[in-house]
């Protein structure tokens, strides 16, 4: 199986800036899509960006000029710089990717990490 490990959440005012890290691990795995989901109190979970092991980006529009994702494939990393900051992207922020493996493609997620933005 695989393990997503987040770090980099916390507490930052409108207009600063934060960035996510997550690292998957595991063995005998290659990981397909990579990105972040985010679930604010009372809201489903959604996607704010992922990344293909191509590099090919999504984007949710609220988020489109202010944030970036990006990984490193050799690494098994992928990152998520928040730029500009507002209210509104108080989230928990999920890890997740698509890997292949010996049990045939799976999604995994990480256990979150809270970004906070105070106005």
């Known amino acids: 199986q695989v393990q997503l490990v987040e770090s980099g959440g916390g507490l930052v005012q409108a207009g600063e800036s934060l960035r996510l890290t997550c690292a998957a691990s595991?063995?005998?795995?290659?990981?397909?899509?990579m990105g972040w989901y985010r679930q604010s109190p009372g809201k489903l979970r959604g996607s704010v960006a992922t990344?293909?092991?191509?590099?090919?980006?999504n984007y949710v529009d609220s988020v489109k000029g202010r944030f970036t994702v990006s990984r490193d494939n050799a690494k098994n990393t992928v990152y998520l710089q928040m730029s500009n900051l507002k209210p509104e992207d108080t989230a928990v922020y999920y890890c997740y990717t698509n890997a292949q493996g010996p049990w045939g493609r799976k999604s995994f997620w990480g256990q979150g990490t809270q970004v906070t933005v105070s106005s």
């Open positions: 595991g063995s005998e795995f290659s990981p397909n899509t």
């Open positions: 990344i293909s092991n191509g590099g090919n980006t």
